[in-house]
């Protein structure tokens, strides 16, 4: 047996390429481990149904290409987890047909793709919509059933902007995005997909780029540093680089059986706006919480509409660090706009960028815009919303590398995923396939799995 290799260090080091297919000979050789994998390994080309009746002989293996590809090793927890996945896989192949049960109990899914999955995502048994790094059994059960289906697949991310780390500047964005940590992202994907069934896979990452709608969704801190500064058309000008060389870097490690895509936000921010429209009216930003509060079934019991009922219950409390910024209208020197305005036009003619004093100007006419806790907690739960439903109308796996993770994110995109697919096949009881990876505090990594950060910002 054989797997695909792509490494996961945090310091980069390629004792072994990446893309190679290596043996567990060569993972015990060129990382010098126990003696006792080496022996175990020579049966390694048994299904997983023989490890079943072995729990010890499959979490050495499978700790071994762990700590082979990332460095890391296995905590008490994940090894009680691979317990249980190993078990559902077992239970799962029984149900299935042969070219199904072949897939999942091949050695190179269970010491191929699973490690991959294992380092990168972590989940628990669960019925509330998982944080901060945290999934549900059932959510990575359903990834790795689309990873086991041999056909075709879609994934789906939301980068936000790549912002400079706190020491350095920590209000204004990076001045070249970090390609070490963009790579690693890339590799974990690449081990993920290569080592799987799928028969190719379109990878699209939606970041901000330079207009006025991506830098809508941007925290405001960063808004305002660059206005203080009169240099709201570079902020754009740089989005705009940090788009364009994540789409030229990105596309390097593409293959036969991977593509990898950068997209604009833009569309994403325009339905969210629309479908705020559509449902609560065009005074939805300044949402009085008696309205939210019956639309979310606070009065009656019943929630009328979900989006408001996540809102109200989830989103609400998460927002509330941003509302001194969007309750408070500012009132901007008249000064500070002439100069933001002067450098946004003799910026737009060195780029050719037309729209860019234009752009400017409509951020600071934003600015003046009031906004209720309400109002922005609807539309944070129908932006992650309609990237749920969107992925649900491609049939797309959702890969969670944005800097936070709230429940109200998972929520709402699964309400999104789980409505087109109602309406498109008639499903109600399938389990959305959204996982939101890894995060170590402050991005900190240690010795086990449970400290290593995959998510941004990349800092």
């Not at 990332?70 to 029984?94: C, F, N, P, Y």
């Not at 490690?115 to 944080?131: E, L, W």
């Not at 204004?172 to 993920?192: A, E, T």
């Amino acid at each position: 047996m054989k797997i695909k290799y792509y490494s996961l260090w945090r310091d980069s080091r390629e004792i072994i390429n990446n893309g190679a297919s290596v043996s567990f000979h060569d993972l015990t050789r060129k990382f010098e481990l126990p003696a006792d994998v080496i022996d175990l390994s020579k049966d390694i080309n048994k299904s997983a149904s023989y490890y079943l009746g072995k729990p010890k002989e499959p979490k050495k293996l499978f700790d071994a290409v762990v700590y082979s590809v990332s460095g890391h090793r296995m905590h008490s927890q994940d090894e009680d987890r691979l317990k249980r996945v190993t078990q559902e896989i077992a239970r799962k192949s029984k149900q299935a047909d042969n070219f199904y049960r072949c897939g999942l109990e091949s050695p190179n899914f269970l010491f191929g793709c699973l490690p991959y999955m294992f380092i990168g995502f972590d989940s628990k048994r669960r019925s509330s919509p998982g944080k901060d790094g945290v999934n549900s059994d059932d959510n990575f059960y359903e990834v790795l059933n689309l990873l086991n289906s041999g056909g075709k697949i879609k994934i789906s991310s939301f980068l936000c902007t790549h912002k400079e780390r706190r020491e350095i500047d920590p209000d204004k964005l990076r001045k070249q995005i970090k390609f070490s940590d963009v790579s690693r992202v890339i590799n974990l994907m690449s081990g993920i997909l290569d080592n799987s069934t799928v028969e190719s896979a379109e990878i699209r990452f939606f970041q901000p780029t330079g207009s006025y709608s991506s830098a809508s969704y941007i925290f405001p801190q960063i808004i305002m540093s660059y206005l203080g500064d009169g240099m709201l058309g570079d902020m754009l000008v740089r989005l705009d680089d940090h788009s364009s060389t994540m789409k030229e870097y990105i596309s390097r490690f593409e293959s036969p059986r991977r593509r990898f895509i950068s997209s604009s936000i833009d569309s994403l921010v325009t339905q969210t706006n629309f479908e705020a429209r559509k449902r609560f009216g065009d005074d939805w930003k300044k949402m009085p919480e008696d309205l939210i509060l019956g639309l979310a079934g606070g009065t009656c019991g019943k929630a009328i509409d979900t989006i408001a009922e996540v809102a109200y219950f989830m989103t609400q409390k998460e927002v509330e660090r941003l509302m001194p910024f969007y309750s408070n209208p500012i009132s901007i020197d008249e000064k500070i706009i002439q100069t933001n305005l002067q450098n946004a036009r003799r910026l737009g003619d060195e780029v050719g960028n037309k729209n860019l004093e234009l752009d400017v100007n409509k951020i600071i006419n934003s600015l003046n815009e009031t906004m209720s806790i309400y109002g922005r907690a609807v539309y944070e739960t129908l932006f992650y919303y309609m990237w749920g439903r969107n992925a649900g109308k491609s049939d797309e796996i959702g890969f969670g590398l944005d800097t936070d993770h709230e429940m109200f994110q998972t929520a709402a995109w699964d309400i999104g995923w789980k409505e087109s697919i109602e309406q498109e096949m008639n499903i109600s009881k399938k389990k959305s396939p959204l996982l939101y990876s890894r995060k170590a505090e402050d991005g900190k990594e240690g010795e086990f799995l449970n400290n290593m950060s995959f998510r941004q910002f990349w800092r």
